[in-house]
């Protein structure tokens, strides 16, 4: 019953050479490769903006909570001279010695002179500017599915056309990345007044069949790549709360200023 349905339709379609069937499964696995691609991507975008804001927001106060274990550490080290808790209160100060990129890591939370006002902010009642939170919006989405549909390297069929998509999606993928609604709209427009290359049509099975390999590849490659995604620590954050994350960061930032407190507490017994 399936092999006349499938007859039936290459009959519909005008195409009987025995090469059509396949030629359409490719064309199907392509489409459905540059989808999961997308939403990879996607997935991919939020992490990184959800991992800067993440950084930005709690960086200073796990950097005060490293601070103040080491000075418990040390405190206690002084009080019992005993030499396990001299090597813990070593091991403690080397965890709080700058790491290199620390100040790319937390952009303008730390300065020369230690933390910066927002980060004090940050560790007190007092208000502060929270930091610029980049997520795409529906628009923007939108914009980037549809220009990776049309752009997307792979649909490519010689290695010039390829070169000239993959240097295009890149910049659809920056652009996408800072959210820029306006940037993706001129590259839309850039896209559409571009050369449409004549669409080369597959007739060899071997040919055909390679194609389908290379689609099977990728997207075990992209597989890869989306459980990194999510098994990661800030994916896996960013999966708890995907409709509001920063309520998730109002919340862990919460806890931490409960055991900045706590921490406070016991040192001030300890030096007492």
């Given amino acids: 019953m399936q092999t006349g349905d499938a007859q039936t339709g290459d009959a519909q379609t005008g195409d009987a050479r025995p090469e ?4 359409r499964a490719v064309r199907v696995a392509e489409q459905a490769l540059i989808e999961f691609e997308i939403a990879v991507e996607t997935f991919r975008v939020e992490v990184d903006n959800f991992s800067r804001l993440h950084h930005q927001k709690l960086g200073p106060m796990y950097a005060r909570l490293d601070e103040l274990d080491a000075r418990i550490a ?17 091991e403690a100060r080397a965890a709080v010695m700058p790491m290199p990129g620390v100040d790319e890591l937390f952009h303008d939370w730390i ?9 004090e902010a940050m560790l007190t009642d007092r208000p502060v500017q929270p930091p610029k939170r980049v997520r795409p ?26 070169k000239r998509r993959e240097e295009f999606i890149t910049r ?8 820029d609604e ?24 071997e040919e055909l069949y390679a194609r389908l390999e290379w689609l099977a590849q990728r ?45 406070e507490n016991e040192l001030s017994e300890l030096v007492q």
């Avoid at 059509?20 to 030629?23: D, G, K, Q, V």
């Avoid at 040390?74 to 070593?90: F, N, Y």
Wanted: charge should be negative; aromatic fraction near 2%.
């Fill in 20 to 23: 059509a069937r396949l030629e």
């Fill in 74 to 90: 040390e405190a206690r080290a002084a009080r019992s001279g005993d030499p396990e808790d001299l090597r813990r209160a070593q």
């Fill in 111 to 119: 300065d020369s002179d230690g933390l910066s006002p927002e980060a």
């Fill in 137 to 162: 919006s529906d628009e923007v989405r939108r914009l980037y599915r549809e220009l990776a549909r049309k752009a997307h390297p792979d649909l490519a069929r010689e290695e010039a056309e390829r």
């Fill in 172 to 179: 659809v993928n920056a652009a996408y990345a800072r959210g």
């Fill in 182 to 205: 306006a940037l993706l709209r001129e590259l839309s427009a850039e896209w559409e007044a571009g050369p449409v290359p004549a669409e080369e049509r597959l007739s060899e099975s």
């Fill in 219 to 263: 997207k075990d490659m992209l597989s890869a790549l989306a459980r990194e995604l999510e098994e990661s620590a800030i994916g896996a954050m960013l999966r708890m709360a995907p409709d509001d994350p920063d309520r998730l960061l109002e919340e862990i930032a919460e806890q931490l200023l409960t055991q900045v407190s706590e921490r």
